[in-house]
């Protein structure tokens, strides 16, 4: 069956610090991946995609994320954490085999403390 | 401006009680879909549509039907809700269901008591 997995509940950062989000995913193919932010009493907003070509990805707000297929993983990383950058974090897949189902992670809260 | 709408934003009703939520895009967006959102599950897609007059189910589509009669809409129907339907209902489009990402519309937070 196909999944996404987003080990932790909960990271915390200090600000100024990198940050890592973590995704795992277990899809036939080669799946199209996202990473998607919300903030509290609003919809979901893109942040970036992993389409093809080169496995790191730049998306909104100096966030990236690292595809790498042999792990099957797409982390979602930032540089230097923000407290603006706290917010439910989502990741998700869609198969490119066929089918327009998209399977979000669980969704992992990010703390950045000042 | 760019958007997905959804309305009404909360709703409370009585189990059993037929209800619509609907949701429009202005982006002549060929993908649209609905997710509910539930603590420690994420978001579980109940229906897509690819287009006019074509929807597929997703993960969780018992209790609820859909419709496609306009590109720019796509209203979720519950023909008797029940308690375990409570929860954050979000609509999205994408200009296609590949490679493209969603608009999410601000949400419907529904209570079916």
């Known amino acids: 069956a196909q999944s996404v997995a987003q080990p932790e509940d909960q990271v915390n950062v200090a600000e100024g610090n990198p940050l890592t989000v973590k995704c795992t995913y277990s899809v036939s193919g080669n799946p199209y991946l996202f990473w998607y932010v919300q903030y509290p009493n609003r919809g979901l907003q893109f942040l970036l995609k992993?389409?093809?070509?080169?496995?790191l990805v730049k998306g909104s707000y100096g966030f990236e994320a690292e595809f790498n297929k042999s792990q099957t993983s797409f982390h979602l990383k930032k540089p230097s954490a923000l407290v603006s950058d706290s917010a439910l974090y989502f990741c998700?897949?869609?198969?490119?085999?066929?089918?327009?189902?998209?399977?979000f992670g669980a969704g992992t809260r990010l703390f950045v403390k000042a | 401006e760019a958007q997905v709408t959804q309305n009404p934003r909360y709703l409370i009703t009585v189990t059993g009680k037929k209800l619509t939520v609907t949701c429009s895009q202005n982006?002549?967006?060929?993908?649209m879909s609905w997710y509910r959102q539930d603590p420690g599950l994420g978001l579980r897609q109940i229906y897509y549509?690819?287009?006019?007059?074509?929807?597929d189910k997703g993960d969780v589509p018992e209790g609820y039907k859909v419709s496609r009669k306009e590109k720019r809409n796509f209203p979720l129907i519950l023909e008797s809700p029940s308690p375990n339907q409570t929860s954050l209902y979000f609509c999205?489009?994408?200009?296609?269901?590949?490679?493209?990402?969603?608009?999410f519309g601000q949400g419907t937070r529904l209570t079916v008591v």
């Open positions: 998700a897949v869609r198969d490119r085999g066929g089918g327009f189902k998209t399977i």
């Open positions: 992993y389409i093809t070509g080169d496995n």
């Open positions: 999205a489009s994408s200009p296609s269901g590949w490679g493209t990402e969603a608009f």
């Open positions: 982006m002549n967006h060929e993908y």
């Open positions: 549509s690819m287009n006019v007059e074509v929807t």
